[in-house]
């Protein structure tokens, strides 16, 4: 068991949700913030994606987002992504993801991770290159239970190149208190692990 009472595995834990908050550097009062590199190779030692996290399946029809529906997926096509947790317990679990264009259809703006389950741990994740944010959400759709909120430690490295079509992403973050609620009981002070993208055709331009 982890400190507080919290399972080693996190298929049996309560409901954690992890968001990454990137921004372009500290801001005054205290509060902190994370960078996020120019898309490219580089990275530091700690950011260097796990080479075990790529993507297993590449993007189908199946992995589109609907034409119609409640949410507005205009220059939204098909991807697949993947993330693997390192701490505080080995999971890894891939599913669809939709990739947004720019309008020239020459490079993805963003990449929305589709919540995908293992166990009853529920996986989704959303990367902004144009808003500089990354967020990652775990849920517990077994049981009611803690909300846990993490932010970067340092800089994150996208591993992609100009059009962001495919790429990985190495996190490193830590776990942000609420003043006036206190750290949830028992909640990993740390969490780190890999995400891995993969987009496919973009949408028609229009």
């Avoid at 996020?36 to 994606?49: E, I, K, Y």
């Avoid at 059009?163 to 909640?187: I, R, Y």
Wanted: proline share 12%; charged share 15%; glycine share 12%.
């Amino acid at each position: 068991m982890l400190p507080g009472g919290w399972p080693s595995r996190l298929v049996t834990t309560s409901v954690v949700t992890i968001a990454l908050s990137l921004t372009a550097a500290c801001t005054p009062g205290g509060q902190s913030g994370a960078s996020v590199a120019p898309g490219g190779p580089t990275a530091s030692a700690a950011n260097v994606p796990g080479p075990g996290c790529a993507v297993q399946q590449p993007p189908a029809g199946a992995d589109a987002p609907p034409a119609v529906g409640e949410m507005d997926t205009t220059g939204q096509g098909p991807g697949r992504w993947r993330i693997c947790l390192t701490t505080p317990a080995p999971t890894t679990v891939e599913g669809s993801a939709w990739c947004k264009w720019n309008a020239e259809r020459t490079a993805v703006d963003e990449i929305s991770g589709l919540p995908s389950t293992t166990g009853s741990i529920e996986y989704d994740a959303w990367l902004s290159f144009t808003a500089s944010k990354f967020e990652v959400h775990l849920t517990d759709r077994a049981h009611d239970g803690l909300i846990a909120n993490y932010e970067p430690r340092q800089q994150v490295v996208p591993g992609t190149d100009s059009t962001h079509t495919s790429g990985t992403v190495a996190f490193d973050v830590a776990l942000q208190v609420d003043p006036d609620s206190g750290p949830p009981a028992g909640a990993p002070p740390t969490v780190t692990g890999t995400i891995a993208w993969v987009c496919g055709d973009p949408p028609l331009a229009g």
